[in-house]
């Protein structure tokens, strides 16, 4: 069955391809998307040489234009029959017990070893297409100097610099030092072409080179819940509370009193915060100084004054006492449909303070209420 070769690594007219165990006569095509021409084809010029094993190694005849950070296409016989399919549990069977698979879950690709950057400006592609993550591990062997630089493609051809999280500390980085031994990382590869490792400044001992081994997965997890937070506060997503002036809030120590102009979210009054000297309002008190005085009133079915005109007064209320209707309005007569209407018992203070002299009548004669003013 034709298979696409995900992983290989370019070094001058040798391609390695990772995992691919086959004859000459198995491998079929490689292209070069970056270059845009066919590298080797089965049936056409044969290669200068091939090296079967567990990474095949395939050394292109002539002098082929390709650099070793070219985006590849490399396809290949695996010998699988897709005629025979693997064996299903039918419907009358019972699935066996603990946790079990459906279908086709989590499908991931793991790279063979041996993949090796092994000259200054060499580089190791792998192809992430409909893969979110990809974990690596790097070994060097006699290396002494030098970085490996992480870069992403969207188009296959553009490199720019992207990160990975260490899986030994959590740390996020562009680039590692390649004597770092070893080094093992995770880099997100969602809606990424391909991801590079390219060595910058290479240097050491002949021979000298960095093996790399890669395992890619459709889950996304760069968040290692095996590695803790740092010791004290850590804040995980932004926040920024501020007051309605734009002004930053501030967290005040435990047991500090509030001040004039004060950024913290406290309460004014509190325990650490004494009342001043003097005479304290708490809460909206609002009421009239001065007396207030009582008058009682006979209201009786006809129409008659009840409280002269007065701009001085600052609240009025009246209650009826009475178990007939009284109608206070400030127009004469005073009826229903124009006054104030008090049932039987029925009291409350005015909401606007009247000016104009008060009118009131009854539904019966005789009836008894009293007014308070100030």
């Avoid at 039918?90 to 699935?95: A, F, P, R, T």
């Avoid at 603990?98 to 000259?119: F, H, K």
């Avoid at 005085?293 to 701009?311: E, H, K, L, Q, R």
């Amino acid at each position: 069955m034709k298979t696409l070769c995900n992983t290989y690594s370019i070094n001058g007219n040798a391609i390695t391809m990772s995992g691919v165990n086959v004859p000459t006569s198995q491998i079929l095509l490689i292209a070069d998307a970056t270059q845009g021409s066919i590298l080797y084809q089965i049936g056409g010029t044969p290669p200068s040489s091939y090296t079967q094993g567990t990474n095949s190694i395939l050394t292109l005849a002539g002098s082929p234009t390709i650099t070793n950070s070219d985006l590849l296409a490399i396809y290949y016989d695996n010998g699988i029959n897709p005629y025979n399919p693997p064996t299903v549990v039918g419907l009358s069977g019972v699935l066996p017990s603990g946790s079990n698979y459906i279908g086709y879950t989590n499908p991931d690709l793991s790279g063979g070893t041996g993949v090796i950057i092994n000259a200054n400006t060499g580089s190791y592609v792998v192809n992430t297409t409909n893969y979110s993550t990809l974990g690596f591990q790097s070994v060097p062997t006699n290396v002494s100097a030098g970085t490996i630089n992480i870069e992403g493609s969207i188009d296959g051809s553009t490199w720019l610099a992207t990160s990975y999280v260490s899986l030994t500390n959590g740390a996020s980085a562009t680039s590692y030092a390649a004597t770092s031994n070893p080094t093992v990382g995770q880099i997100n590869t969602s809606a990424i072409k391909a991801i590079r490792f390219r060595a910058n400044g290479l240097t050491g001992t002949t021979p000298f080179q960095v093996a790399f081994v890669v395992n890619q997965s459709s889950a996304t997890s760069n968040v290692m819940l095996d590695n803790s937070l740092p010791v004290g506060y850590n804040l995980i997503g932004k926040i920024q509370p501020t007051d309605p002036s734009g002004n930053l809030i501030t967290i005040k120590p435990a047991l500090t009193a509030a001040g004039t102009g004060d950024t913290a979210e406290v309460v004014a009054l509190s325990p650490n915060s004494p009342l001043p000297p003097g005479n304290n309002n708490i809460g909206i008190t609002n009421y009239p100084t001065g007396n207030i005085s009582f008058s009682g009133v006979t209201i009786n079915t006809g129409t008659a004054m009840v409280f002269p005109a007065s701009t001085a007064i600052k609240m009025f209320a009246f209650q009826n006492l009475s178990t007939g209707t009284v109608y206070i309005s400030n127009q004469n007569p005073a009826l229903s449909g124009n006054s104030m209407n008090y049932a039987p018992g029925q009291g409350y203070e005015f909401p606007v303070v009247p000016q104009n002299a008060l009118y009131a009548s009854a539904t019966i004669n005789s009836a008894a209420g009293v007014i308070w003013y100030a």
